[in-house]
């Protein structure tokens, strides 16, 4: 079964993987099935679902589907992107260390240094996103090396191959936040990850309706992280799981499009003169992550980063003037929004370490969604016109 699905197209394997018509009923889409408990023949004699913190038919498709689009052999499915990244850490004991690109998603930070640090993890961070960087880091009790890529909110490009092996060599494992690319755009684990983290909520749910996580990887770094799942007990709902395996079905036509909007954004923006500083996105050829992004990725994302001239005026202004980008957080969603996040995702973070990373009140993030291209840059063209102020 796993080969079959596997040796399938990308767009095959989001409809179809763990997607069979319901063996009860024949119902064609997966039912959400709403149960706490299953009724049980005799005491052990069952259909492989006992309650549904342990398992839930709905959840269980959702994990053989996401297993299956980032070609692991295991996915399992989280409450939240942040459940799924505590259930990751879950595997570590105090005194290990974690090694950590320092533009990060905001909320990782905190549960390092918040959660994780005062239990004992030590995480360390590299400035240097380079694998000379983690290089530099990396020390003989380094247990994980966790990566995103593109980074958040500056979408520096890391090498997952080559950190990759930089952690095997020092004896630790590489998790991959992929929540920026999804498994169309890059597939952390062919590049030698080990573990490969999902917020759902962001481009797999893709409609800004759900909050999920997930984790995707080889059946024996999935089982500690299972048991986790199951005596910790942050799993999704069955509605939850059914929104996010809904979402899966069209990842790579959605993603076709905020790629070929943002490109387009991204250029246009580029053009800009007058209040337009920087435009941080890895398709353009000036971004210093840009071959590394073309031959890591299928394409290069939804995401656009600008830097603002005039700074927190000039976002503040931005940021309240855009009419179809919606002032919000969150990413990935079918429609676009705009966020600052030095007083938003990031606001986590003390201002002078944020500062240091570059992440200044001037800084203003598009999540760029599917709505037609022209309306778009219509939209940022009037909220970056200077009438009126
Ligand atoms: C949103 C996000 C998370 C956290 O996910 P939640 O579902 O909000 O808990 C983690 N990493 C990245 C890159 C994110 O964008």
Same mark, same amino acid.
């Given at each position: 079964?796993?080969n079959?699905?596997?040796?399938q197209g990308f ?17 064609t ?10 009724t049980?023949?005799?005491p ?11 398992g839930n ?6 994990e053989t ?5 980032e070609?692991g052999?295991?996915? !399992? &499915?989280?409450a939240?992107?942040? +459940?799924a ?5 879950? /595997? ?5 260390? *974690? %090694? ?5 998603y905001?909320g990782t ?20 996103p380079?694998?000379e960087?983690?290089?530099r880091?990396?020390t003989?009790?380094?247990?994980l090396?966790?990566?995103e ?11 997952i ?10 004896g630790?494992? !590489? &998790?991959?936040?992929?929540?920026? +690319? ?6 952390? /684990?062919?590049?030698?990850?080990d573990? *490969? %983290? ?10 800004s309706d759900?909050v ?11 089982e ?16 939850d799981a059914?929104?996010v ?6 990842l790579?036509?959605?993603?076709e499009r905020?790629?070929a909007?943002?490109?387009?954004l991204a250029?246009?923006l580029?053009e ?7 435009v ?5 050829p ?16 939804g ?9 927190a ?7 309240t003037r855009?009419?179809?980008?919606s ?18 995702t ?15 009140d001037?800084?203003?993030r598009?999540?760029?969604g599917?709505?037609?291209?022209d309306?778009l ?13």
């Amino acid at each position: 079964m796993a080969n079959e699905s596997r040796a399938q197209g990308f767009s095959t394997r989001a409809i179809h993987a763990g997607q069979a018509a319901d063996p009860a009923t024949g119902a064609t889409v997966v039912p959400i099935y709403a149960t706490s408990t299953f009724t049980q023949e005799a005491p052990g004699e069952h259909k492989g679902f006992e309650y549904s913190r342990s398992g839930n038919p709905t959840r269980a498709a959702l994990e053989t589907c996401l297993a299956a689009l980032e070609e692991g052999e295991q996915g !399992l &499915a989280f409450a939240s992107g942040l +459940a799924a990244t505590t259930a990751v850490l879950s /595997l570590f004991r105090p005194g290990d260390e *974690v %090694v950590a690109a320092s533009d990060l998603y905001g909320g990782t930070y905190r549960l390092l240094e918040r959660v994780f640090r005062p239990w004992g993890l030590a995480p360390r961070y590299t400035d240097d996103p380079r694998p000379e960087g983690f290089a530099r880091v990396i020390t003989p009790v380094t247990r994980l090396v966790w990566i995103e890529t593109p980074t958040n909110p500056l979408l520096q490009v890391l090498d997952i191959a080559a950190i990759a092996e930089l952690a095997h060599r020092a004896g630790a494992l !590489l &998790a991959v936040d992929n929540t920026f +690319a999804s498994p169309y755009l890059q597939q952390p /684990l062919r590049l030698g990850a080990d573990l *490969v %983290v999902h917020s759902t909520t962001k481009y797999l749910g893709g409609h800004s309706d759900v909050v999920g996580g997930a984790v995707i990887g080889r059946r024996d770094l999935l089982e500690p992280i299972r048991f986790y799942q199951n005596a910790a007990g942050a799993v999704p709902g069955p509605f939850d799981a059914w929104l996010v395996l809904r979402g899966l079905k069209t990842l790579a036509i959605r993603m076709e499009r905020h790629c070929a909007n943002a490109a387009h954004l991204a250029a246009w923006l580029a053009e800009q003169r007058a209040g337009v500083e920087r435009v941080y996105y890895p398709g353009l050829p000036s971004h210093p992550g840009h071959d590394l992004a073309r031959r890591q990725m299928r394409d290069f994302g939804g995401m656009i980063s600008v830097r603002l001239a005039g700074g927190a005026e000039a976002a503040r202004r931005l940021l309240t003037r855009t009419r179809l980008f919606s002032l919000a957080e969150s990413l990935g969603g079918v429609e676009s929004l705009i966020s600052h996040p030095a007083t938003m995702t990031h606001a986590s973070i003390p201002a002078e370490v944020r500062g240091a990373r570059g992440i200044d009140d001037g800084l203003v993030r598009l999540s760029v969604g599917v709505e037609d291209y022209d309306d778009l840059r219509d939209d940022l063209q009037q909220a970056l016109a200077d009438g009126g102020s």
